[in-house]
């Protein structure tokens, strides 16, 4: 039979996700609300999702319910033109002008039937007759790319409450439907008190590691000792949280619950681990300036840093994945031929790779800072040629940029292959040639040499 809902008592039923199903959770729980309840929670939950969409994005985490990752619109600040990021591609958001000359456009449309489609329909509803005269596919690289990113807020703050009272209730029943939780409650669902959840950058550090690479992790428990009822949330072990759901001075004996959950997970029970003590683990005493600690990592840049920290782990991740998919290609190649062949069509395939790694290249050198050092000059002065961006070609490239591609890219087929030719392409070679330093030598070599 179905316990009461811990919001307004009524007849619980609705199989609520005990982490949000767009952040990946897969376990359910039909305990906890009621449908109107569950229902009303449905923004804080979408929130909370758009906050950490770039986050997901680059990770591959997908809305368990709809199977899919949540786009994520990012911005090239030199043109404003905007695209669509969907975890593996970068879509073009419209029409991109590249020139005019009298009735005659020149223009980058997205590869899609239906973006051409409605490029014409928006040109005839302005009156002007569309006749496509030629075109061609081609590949367009984008400059630096932004988003527009911010986390926490008082509906961040009340979305993160949202899922720590889900599990209190999941692990300590009782708990979640005590009357003393009423107010939290409020404030998760209305927002009609003061906040109540607060950053935390002096979060205990002597827990055990998350079971999980990107893992989130949420801590419920009683502390007798303290009398309080209380939470935490740490999201990609990244972003820290906590709470006190109310104060407990009965409280008879402590407990608490460490709930480690792996938004990559397929399948249950791949997607959660427990520790379950019989102490109050990581218990929280609420500041006197709920927002000070945020405060003070901004100053010291410790709040930036745990974004940079977790950008440069997902895309350490990433590629990781890259590699092991390419070196499971390339050891079912049937002889070397077949081996070479499979790198060239990666490289071939992986053309903004290539120009990441030249740009990483060139921000390197420029970063020694040696601007009287004439060999340093003429470095910088190359690998700028071989990266120089022209917004008014298709590709968003120089002639010359483009053909430092080429060249970087069948330097690094080559360079791969020699490698698997003498038997030292391993994991770790491979992904220091898709995005480290044996990739940046041998494309930079490569351009450099070719350079008049």
Sequence with gaps: ????????????????????????????NKHIYCGNHNHAYGDLA???????????????????????????????????????FDGENLSPVGVRIIAKDGEQITAAVPNEPDAIRRFIEEQEAQGFKVDIKSGQVQTYYPGTLRTQQSFGGPEGLRAIGYVAQT????????????????QFIDYTLHGNCEPLVWWDFEAPTDLPPNAFEFGHRIIVGIDADRGVVYGRV?????LDFAMIF????????????????????????????QIRESSAIASVIRPENLTASLASAVRDGRAQQRHADLMRRSEEYQRRNDAASLLEKIQAAADFPAKQRTVREFWDAEPQRVLNLLNGTLKGIKGLNRPHDLGWLHLVRCLERATQR???????????????????AAALAGAMGEAIRTNALGQHETEM????????????????????
């Excluded at 029943?173 to 005590?178: E, F, L, Q």
């Excluded at 740490?234 to 990244?238: E, G, K, P, Q, R």
């Excluded at 040639?433 to 008049?452: D, I, K, N, R």
């Design 167 to 182: 599990f209190l209730a999941h692990c300590f029943s009782d708990a979640a439907h005590a009357a003393s939780m009423a």
């Design 390 to 408: 022209d917004e008014t070609a298709p590709s968003g490239l120089t002639a010359g940029a483009q053909a430092a591609i080429g060249i970087a």
């Design 433 to 452: 040639f898709l995005g480290g330093g044996l990739g940046m030598h041998a494309a930079s070599e490569a351009v450099l040499a070719a350079a008049p």
């Design 246 to 273: 109310y104060d407990a001075p009965d409280a008879i004996a402590s407990a608490s619950v460490i709930n480690d959950i792996d938004p990559l997970a397929s399948d249950m029970p791949d997607d959660l681990r």
């Design 1 to 28: 039979m179905a316990k009461s809902c811990i919001v307004g008592g009524g007849r619980a039923g609705s199989a609520e996700h005990i982490f949000p199903a767009c952040l990946g959770g897969l376990r359910v």
């Design 234 to 238: 740490s999201l990609f072990s990244a």
């Design 46 to 84: 979408g929130n909370l999702a758009f906050q950490l969409a770039l986050y997901n994005a680059r990770l591959g985490i997908k809305n368990t319910r709809k199977k899919k990752i949540k786009i994520v619109e990012l911005t090239d600040p030199e043109t404003g033109a905007k695209y669509n």
